[in-house]
């Protein structure tokens, strides 16, 4: 378990750096997003499943291609909220201090 601990702290070092770094964010942002279009797209293959077991009246397996398309939703609308967070965040943490 300590192992694991150990892992994650060392990868999350360089992200606290890297992450002030403005092309890093973008590109940060970017994966994310990225990554919720993939998501969308397998989601819309697996309702096409969901169709054709639907069709030969397989509604077992009509139902598990289902199950599985939301949670391909529900993982690319993660992917999206992380994206906003960090384009919001970002927009605080790069932009120029003012002096009083």
Not at 6 to 12: K, L, M, P, T, Y
Not at 23 to 49: C, D, K, T, V
Not at 61 to 83: D, K, P, T
């Amino acid at each position: 378990m300590s192992a694991i601990l150990e892992d994650r702290s060392a990868s999350f070092s360089g992200l606290a750096t890297s992450h002030n770094h403005p092309a890093a964010i973008s590109s940060r942002i970017g994966l994310l997003r990225a990554q919720n279009e993939i998501l969308l797209q397998h989601a819309e293959a697996l309702e096409r499943y969901r169709e054709a077991c639907a069709a030969s009246e397989n509604p077992e397996g009509a139902s598990a291609w289902h199950r599985l398309a939301n949670l391909a939703r529900n993982e690319a609308h993660w992917f999206s909220f992380r994206a906003d967070v960090l384009e919001d965040s970002a927009k605080h943490i790069l932009e120029p201090k003012k002096c009083a």
